[in-house]
């Protein structure tokens, strides 16, 4: 089997050659195997991030089950032009060897406004975004700066253009998926408070997002490319949100949008770290979703990968969970291989299972650790 086949099969519920193999690398790894800084790949996009990761994929070759979140599907009713006297910009306010600071600005009336964060790209990490400048001892608004400008960043085509290119390319690689839908309305700790100061904000995003989604999956079937499944998670869906607050803001938008996938013949996916086990469930008994993971171990989450193929595994399937720093990143191959079949022997039994990792691996995690990951599930994972 190709990955491709290999992979439909498994989401089809049905039993494949071999244990499919999927370690996320979604990230680092791709980006430090370009050799270039960072924020080459997640600023100036040269390259960007997702030809890295198809060159990852290649490299290493295994079943790539792939979210590919920067492929946007625009809406034509949402695409409104900024009035004439709105216009923001983004400019470089610190640089040094080891990190770029960027801030937006906008005019209004002709005069500057800072926005009241930064991001921060570093030369050989992911970047992070929104930090209060105060934070980094950066002044609220810059001293001095670089505009950045439309032609130092590369230019790659956008929407269903981009879907094609990279369905092409990915090829009998894997299966590329679309966000359409989101399993976290909260956020951040600030967006904690402001739910409890203002609930009704949350709920009228909540009814305002169910609309929206539906409209993307819509306008989604238009396309004479269409992607192969979509994803409707959000990562660390329950750190922000307790149940409750799942319940009441996202799961309705998991509902409809696993439901919709059902429809039309779409498999579903939820990517959630952190605490999943009640996530699980609740996805299994109550909505129509295909597959979810990474289903983390202790202490970054609180699943018993045996347990939930006990529970669930006739219902969803399960893609997860060796940890990614003490096995992928500080294992030794030994540790790798031994992990991995435990893996198997507590998920792959009847199909509906991919081992994979419990988020994403580690900016050095040795390749022989990657590679005997993948060899271990597609000797030792036999049908």
Not at 76 to 82: E, L
Not at 121 to 133: C, E, H, K, M, S
Not at 157 to 185: D, F, H, N, Q
Not at 247 to 275: D, N, W
Request: contains cysteine; proline residues 6%.
């Amino acid at each position: 089997m190709t990955s491709r086949e290999r992979l439909l099969t498994v989401l089809n519920g049905k039993i494949p050659d071999h244990v499919p193999v999927m370690p996320d690398l979604s990230n680092m790894v791709p980006a430090k195997m370009t050799g270039k800084p960072f924020w080459d790949i997640y600023l100036y996009q040269d390259p960007p991030l997702w030809r890295a990761y198809l060159d990852c994929v290649k490299y290493f070759g295994f079943d790539s089950l792939w979210d590919a979140y920067y492929v946007s599907i625009p809406l034509d009713s949402t695409n409104q032009s900024s009035p004439a006297n709105y216009d923001i910009k983004t400019a470089v306010v610190f640089k040094n060897e080891e990190r770029l600071v960027t801030q937006n600005f906008e005019y209004v009336n002709g005069k500057r406004y800072w926005a009241k964060t930064v991001d921060v790209y570093y030369i050989a990490d992911p970047p992070t975004a929104g930090l209060d400048p105060r934070s980094i001892r950066l002044p609220e608004e810059p001293d001095k700066f670089e505009l950045l400008k439309h032609e130092d960043i590369r230019q790659w085509p956008a929407g269903e253009e981009l879907l094609k290119i990279l369905k092409s390319e990915l090829g009998e690689c894997g299966l590329l998926g679309v966000v359409c839908g989101t399993s976290k309305l909260i956020n951040t700790e600030q967006d904690i408070y402001d739910f409890f100061d203002d609930p009704q904000k949350y709920y009228d995003r909540r009814d305002w997002l169910l609309d929206y989604y539906e409209k993307v999956f819509m306008k989604m079937l238009t396309y004479s490319c269409r992607p192969d499944f979509i994803s409707t998670g959000g990562s660390g869906t329950l750190i922000h949100q307790s149940l409750q607050t799942f319940r009441e803001l996202a799961l309705p938008i998991v509902k409809k949008m696993t439901a919709l996938a059902k429809q039309y013949g779409f498999p579903s996916h939820i990517h959630s770290c952190g605490p999943e086990t009640e996530l699980v469930k609740i996805c299994a008994e109550e909505t129509d979703l295909t597959v979810i993971d990474p289903l983390e171990i202790s202490p970054m989450g609180d699943c018993d990968l045996k347990e939930l193929k006990r529970l669930y595994g006739d219902k969803l399937v399960l893609k997860g969970n060796l940890h990614t720093t003490k096995i992928m990143l500080h294992g030794s191959v030994s540790d790798v291989v031994e992990a991995s079949k435990k893996a198997i022997d507590d998920a792959a039994a009847g199909g509906r299972f991919i081992l994979s990792t419990g988020d994403q691996c580690g900016r050095d995690t040795p390749y022989e650790n990657i590679m005997a990951m993948i060899e271990t599930a597609k000797t030792y994972g036999r049908y």
